[in-house]
């Protein structure tokens, strides 16, 4: 920053910006804190900043109550096993339009988007019957089916935007070269498209982790997803803050860490490049 | 230069992409459509039939829908609402010369990151649960009597969670276009004497377009599908008072069984989204080059 400003109008900015941050991300640290308390010190009519008997018992409860394990597992499977569908669909198809295009690939693009429009619960029932009928219900692979079709249309857009910054020359520089079609792309289209793709991968694991609707309406026990599993705490059986909070915590860590090392992409993907 | 042999390659690479989503687009709504124009019950299978508008006239005619239908544009309005302008200060703010700015960020961008089921646990347990939540204590430190959120002001509690999660993208999206501001066009807007409000209003703005008309469509197509933090919190009640379009036929075609009148509520939410998505893929198609 080229702006000089006195320290006092420095100091006024930084300590007005700690407070609104540190106020958006307290229920998050409350959160974390929670974890870590005994149930009766959660729930204490005189609310304790820190534990005051730190404990781990609550981490351990969560995986006794509905196994924490198996739900991160699904989650695992879930979330990477779709985006990797989704790239392996979406890959050649934003390549073709990236390095190909036609008076109608703006058109295609932008049908693709709107079918992120469609409201899920538009189509929900005929999911749910079809994937009855077929016994698709509460599986793994049933629900990775899903996931990747809803994110297929976000996955090609990300990945276009990428690809379209690949400058063409080089290609025919290469081709001119005499670069036989599988050097061209060993050694001069993969590592130039290998960053967005890493980007986009990154990036929809952290959606498809989170996406909700499909996990509770299509899954219960047994492919239960970690959204699955946490909304499972919602019933009404007595409040046990201290172990939901455990298990809140399990269920955003990955993700958390992830996002923060991934915020620039983050602009970029969501937004399709449009933001620089 | 694309030559006939490209063009043919290009359409093999792009036919898996085009097929399944014209499968998933085509297939689904269709059923709908045809659901929606049938007797159809899970639980009673002596309901089958033609059932002509009877579905929609069932759907549209219950006071549910018409709450449901209200509560889904308050839901999206009151969010965005909060989510634009609050992003908007919040850019502004973190573009100061300040310290510790990367750690902000972080702190500032991880609700975004939430889940939205904990996300609303969180609030509904920690924060604005009338016996242990913080707002509970904080009221009672104040000699206030602890409120309610859930059943007094349960629209506007889920409006809160959900603004909570999304403020962090319309910032971290409205912060990064602020930054691309040349330092020049501030600095010279400065020495011609324009004061802060008609810089931001004249120079700040504008250049912010762009990167707003974004975040609204984002997360539109977010927000129409709100459901998780109304199912974890409030179930959409008390009565209708937080349910919407996406919770009304979940409950209708899922929890009650009743295909036919889910399906044609499901109609009706996605001719809704379409005229939405309408206006909003006229403004981005604008401001997308693609």
Redesign the interface.
Known sequence: MARTVSTQTRIGFTALAWIVALLLFSPILWTILTAFKTEAEAIAARPTFLPETFTLENFSAVQDRSDYIKHAINSILVSVGSTLLGLAIAIPAAWAMAFAPTKRTKDVLMWMLSTKMMPAVGVLIPIYLIFRDLRLLDTVHGLTLIMTLINLPIIIWMLYTYFKEIPVDILEAARMDGAELWNEIVHVLVPMAVPGIASTLLLNVILAWNEAFWTITLTSGRAGTLTAFISSFSSPQGLFLAKLSAASLLAIAPILLMGWFSQKQLVRGLTFGAVK | M?TAQ??T???I??A???I??LI??I???V??LW?SFQNYSLINPMMTGFAGWANYIYVIGDPSFTQSLVNTLILVGGVLLITVIGGIL?AL??D?????QGI????????????????????????M?P??G?LG?LWKAFGLQPVDWFNQYPLFSVIVIVA?QW???AT??LL??LQ?LS?EQREAAEMDGANALNRFYYIILPHMA??IT?VIL?QT?FL??I??EI???TGGGPGYASTN??FL??RT??LSND?GA??A???V??I???I??FF??RAV?K??D?
Request: aromatic share 12%.
């Open positions: 694309a490209t063009r390659l290009s359409r690479m792009m898996p992409a085009v399944v989503l998933w687009m297939v689904p709504l059923m709908t659901f919040l703010l973190l100061q010369p300040i310290w510790g902000l960020r972080i702190l500032v961008i991880s609700p975004f990151f939430v889940m939205p089921p904990v996300a609303a646990l969180i609030w509904k347990n920690g924060f649960h016996g242990y913080m204590h909570w403020l962090p993208f971290l999206i990064t276009a691309s330092e762009r990167a974004i984002i197509i129409l599908g459901f998780a199912r974890v919190t379009i996406a036929v979940f075609g899922i295909i889910g399906s509520g499901g109609v939410a996605v809704i989204a379409n939405v998505a909003l893929m198609g401001n997308l693609a």
